[in-house]
């Protein structure tokens, strides 16, 4: 929680002007202070409702102080209401800019408000900006104690915009100042991966999975998979199910599937979909339903494809290659 403790030197700071104010100011900044510290300290425990709820009284007290924005933005985030992180990470910047104020202060919160705002956009799945962002919160000098941080949102951006490259780069300059950070291996290896690098990657893996690693499993998963050694990529991710109690049980169940599947073992591959449906959020669900419908397809039952199919398109509009695939569906039915 590095901003938190961040804003709780600034916390420090707003009470001293507080003091130094004194009593003329009235109620409303010592109310909005006193709302403004629970929220950051609710946050740090996890009570993510109750910080939401401290946070938003401390801005119907003062509504205009930039870091009760940069906190009610960190929060939305963890309640995974990412448009209205952005509106109070914007919000929070206008303030800023309105201040008058230059120099360090006026800086420390622009690095804060672009990487909430870059991490509001990432998980929005707008990689494209959540990189230009971080490379904004990157230019800052200030508050360098953060740039790992924010290095390694930047890493997950660009492998989702399928920058991979750049994504490897990243994680070689994380690793020169943090050697023993496995989390950093294992996200190089996903890299290596997908630049089809798989002894990097392997020798990577291994080495995560010697010290501990659980996530290591999943990503030697995927390596075998795409090298063609299903029965290994099955094998990984049980494992990787077996020792992480927290995994992603939907995706877990959506990569067994898709081994199934390449593995010509079609039954076996519509129990995991039927085990993973218990579990799913929304994007596993996606590819849980993408799995289904192959399966369909595989059996020759191309009205249950179809149905299925049509079903995914209202679902997810944005995926262009299922439309065609309505459409070839439609073709394949005879009367």
């Known amino acids: 929680m590095q901003w938190c403790r961040v804003l709780k030197k600034k916390a420090l700071y707003i009470t ?46 003062v509504d205009d102080n930039v870091e009760y924005y940069i906190c ?23 303030l800023n800019e309105k201040s008058g104020k230059d120099g360090r202060y006026a800086d420390e919160n622009s690095k804060l408000i672009y990487r909430g705002m870059g991490i509001a956009k990432l998980k929005n799945n707008d990689a494209k900006t959540a990189c230009e962002l971080f490379d904004k919160a990157l ?18 951006a660009a492998i989702m915009n399928g ?32 630049l089809e690098k798989y002894d990097e990657a392997l020798n990577l893996l291994e080495t995560a999975k010697k010290n501990n690693n659980n996530l290591a499993y999943y990503y030697l998963s995927v390596l075998y998979k795409k090298q063609g050694k299903i029965d290994e990529a099955v094998n990984a991710i ?18 067994l599937a898709e081994s ?5 073992n079609i039954d076996k591959a519509a129990e995991m979909i039927a085990e993973g449906n218990k579990y799913a959020d929304d994007k596993s669900r996606q590819l849980l339903t993408k799995y289904e419908i192959i399966i369909n397809e595989k059996k020759l039952d191309f009205k249950a494809a179809l149905s ?28």
């Open 16 to 61: 001293l002007a507080l003091i130094m104010i004194g009593a003329c100011t009235g109620c409303s900044k010592a109310n909005a202070k006193y709302y403004y510290e629970s929220a950051v300290f609710e946050f740090d425990e996890g009570n993510y409702k109750d910080a939401k709820t401290n946070i938003d009284n401390a801005i119907k007290e």
């Open 72 to 94: 009610k933005g960190m929060v939305e985030i963890s309640l995974k209401n990412y448009d209205d992180a952005v509106k109070a990470f914007e919000k929070a910047q206008e």
């Open 139 to 156: 230019a800052i000098s200030y508050l360098s104690d953060i740039d790992i941080d924010i290095k390694r949102f930047k890493i997950e």
């Open 163 to 194: 920058d991979y490259e750049t994504a490897n780069s990243i994680c070689d300059e994380v690793m020169k100042e943090y050697s023993n950070d496995y989390d950093i291996y294992v996200q190089k290896a996903s890299c290596c991966i997908d």
């Open 238 to 255: 049980s494992e990787y199910m077996n020792k992480d109690k927290d995994a992603n049980k939907g995706m877990v169940y959506a990569e």
């Open 260 to 264: 199934y599947i390449e593995s010509g």
């Open 308 to 335: 299925k199919a049509t079903e995914y398109v209202k679902t997810y509009p944005e995926d262009e290659l299922m439309q065609k695939e309505v459409e070839f569906l439609k073709t394949r039915i005879t009367e």
